[in-house]
């Protein structure tokens, strides 16, 4: 089974970069046709999906978050980053890290809480 979890800062300035990365256990991020994405849920509000980057490394992102949103991986160490750009108090957000096969399951991982604050 597939278990992800995300690490990274629980407080950041505004106009700074938030950086938060997921690792993956019991399966690799290079294996075809699974997806890995970045989903946030603000205080109150739903799920927004951020972006994504395929098994090739191809991304895609948001529209309203794609200027200032990038996502990479690193196959040697099974991992797959999130960075967003001068982020503002509405960027507060319970981050996830997700992962699913074409048509399959979405695995979750346990979510971590980013406040945005000076």
């Known amino acids: 089974q597939l278990q992800l979890q995300e690490s990274g800062p629980g407080l950041v300035k505004p106009s700074q970069t938030l950086s938060l990365t997921c690792t993956v256990s019991?399966?690799?991020?290079?294996?075809?046709?699974?997806?890995w994405s970045w989903i946030r849920q603000p205080p109150g509000k739903g799920l927004e999906w951020m972006g994504v980057?395929?098994?090739?490394?191809?991304?895609y992102y948001s529209p309203s978050l794609k200027s200032r949103t990038s996502i990479s991986r690193d196959t040697s160490k099974n991992q797959f980053t999130l960075q967003l750009f001068s982020v503002t108090p509405e960027d507060a957000a319970v981050y996830y890290c997700?992962?699913?096969?074409?048509?399959?399951?979405?695995?979750w991982g346990q979510g971590t809480q980013v406040t945005v604050s000076s």
């Open positions: 997700t992962g699913h096969y074409f048509g399959g399951n979405r695995y």
């Open positions: 980057i395929h098994d090739s490394g191809t991304t």
């Open positions: 019991g399966g690799s991020i290079a294996t075809k046709n699974y997806y």
